[in-house]
């Protein structure tokens, strides 16, 4: 039974009515067989529709996060994290590779992009801006508690929530070009939401946190609709990486959703994933005030159902921002967060090393992320200038390298490369000119000169992105202020 026969059953209609939608077929959640579920999904029907939600960190999350230096400022407000140096690093690379993932991804898709950085402070009392808090607060308890106040000069103002306002902004100033179309605009923005401080956890419920956010401005929804499921493929591809167990939750408008069943049961076949459909009563917006908003769950090595990357898109909100372009008509947007927040994804970088544990496997980071890929120890003092020599060869070649030259013993030597998910533990030994070469992920030495090693580390730190260049003819935006 499919969405189109169902949408005119009372049951159907009522607000908020749920299916469970799989690549063939839109069922209502009454009729799907409970035992087919999956455990990502029963976390989503428990979460979405008991409002039951139990989240934690395990303890051997908190003690990667830890060991790299992901920890609370004591010595501000909770909820706010700070990053000590490795964690810094990879702060750093999460927020680059953010941006060179979406820049690559337009490029792909043939989307002129523009970057922006700027504010974190909003005036509430602005007209544009009073209508647009009304719309994003349709879902209580999504920005956490209550705003960020700031007063300054007798004026009150608001800590930044969301990743949209300053793109939206841009385009008041300055009119779209209705020829380039579609256009996206992307920036990395601080955000502000107060959660409640029972609920704050470690890297992934903070209040105040980066969101790499993108507006893909389309002209009309059935434009954007078509580039969605463009975006939802490089999502997927983009978290890959993180070897996710993943379900899917949509919430659509009771309109869009009688109409475009198809497009629901075309999003669960590209992510060979169930989906939970959430479909609001009939004249009713989505929480943020949005025709669809699709959500990317992650199943954590707890069993938990967390949000990642999202995608949303609606013409309401564009057009009562006021956003225009030159001929007149007003675009449509897609709100894209195509490697969800920094903070959040460096979650789910570190939860991979521990769901794969407890399956047998061990893994390391990505080699373009890890803040040290390879630790050289010499086996004895009077090895340690080869160890100096052979710590700057690889240093000279782009490798991030440590020397452990503190005479610990080589069991010793290995649990503390280990604590960081060292790539590569390198022996320098005097007996013989090779280097014995201990891989994380077997935990086994091998012989290599530092020839092949270097080869080993630079071919499996190669990312492939679009090269950015831009064709002057497609400008987004007409950059003289209206």
């Known amino acids: 039974m499919t969405l189109q026969a169902i949408a005119t059953t009372e049951q ?43 989240e934690r960190v395990s303890r051997q999350l908190a003690e990667l996060f830890r060991n790299f230096g992901f920890e609370w400022e004591p010595l501000s407000e909770p909820g706010h994290m700070r990053f000590v140096g490795h964690a810094a690093f990879m702060l750093d690379q999460a927020k680059s590779n953010a941006e060179k993932v979406a820049i690559s991804t337009f490029q792909s898709l043939d989307i002129p992009v523009l970057r922006m950085d700027g504010v974190s402070i909003v005036d509430p009392s602005s007209t544009v801006m009073s209508e647009y808090l009304r719309l994003t607060s349709l879902n209580a308890g999504l920005y956490g508690d209550s705003p ?127 989906a939970l459909l959430k479909v609001a009563g009939p004249g009713e917006m989505c929480e943020d005030g949005v025709e669809v908003d699709v959500e990317y769950k992650l199943v954590d090595a707890d069993g938990c159902c967390r949000e990642l990357s999202t995608f949303q898109f609606d013409e309401t909100i564009t057009r009562n921002f006021g956003v225009r372009c030159d001929d007149g008509t007003t675009p449509s947007t897609i709100h894209a967060v195509l490697t969800g927040g920094i ?83 390198v022996v320098v030994d005097e007996s013989n000119s090779h280097l014995k070469v201990r891989g994380f992920e077997s935990g086994q030495f091998k012989e290599m000169n530092a020839g092949e090693l270097i080869d080993e580390i630079q071919n499996g730190s190669a990312r492939s992105h679009v090269e950015y260049f831009q064709r002057l003819s497609r400008q987004p935006l007409n950059m003289e202020c209206l």
């Open 343 to 425: 903070e959040r994804y460096l979650y789910f970088l570190l939860d991979r090393i521990v769901r794969t544990k407890r399956a047998g496997l061990r893994r390391h980071l990505p080699l373009w992320i890890s803040p040290v890929v390879a630790r050289v120890v010499p086996s004895t003092d009077a090895v340690t200038d080869s160890a100096v020599t052979l710590a700057r060869q690889l240093s000279a070649a782009g490798i991030r390298v440590q020397l452990d030259d503190r005479g610990l013993d080589q069991d010793s030597a290995i649990h503390d490369a280990d604590e960081i998910l060292t790539p590569y533990f």
């Open 148 to 274: 960020y106040d700031v007063t300054g000069a007798g004026s009150n103002y608001n800590l930044r929530q969301t990743g949209c306002f300053q793109k939206y902004s841009a385009c008041l100033q300055r009119s779209i070009v209705a020829a380039s179309l579609p256009i996206a605009l992307f920036e990395i923005s601080d955000s502000f939401r107060r959660e409640p401080a029972d609920r704050l956890q470690l890297g992934f419920r903070l209040r105040r946190f980066h969101l790499p956010e993108a507006h893909v401005h389309g002209k009309t929804i059935s434009d954007v609709v078509e580039i969605s499921l463009q975006l939802h493929r490089r999502i997927l591809e983009a978290i890959s990486e993180l070897e996710p167990e993943l379900v899917l939750l949509i919430n659509a408008t009771h309109e869009f959703a009688t109409a475009n069943h198809g497009y629901f049961k075309q999003l669960a076949s590209q992510a060979k994933s169930l």
């Open 12 to 54: 159907a209609i009522a607000a908020p009515s749920y299916y469970v939608v799989t690549p063939d077929d839109v069922v209502p959640i009454e009729a799907y067989p409970r035992g087919d579920l999956g455990a990502g999904m029963a976390c989503l029907f428990q979460q979405e529709i008991l409002e039951q939600r139990e």
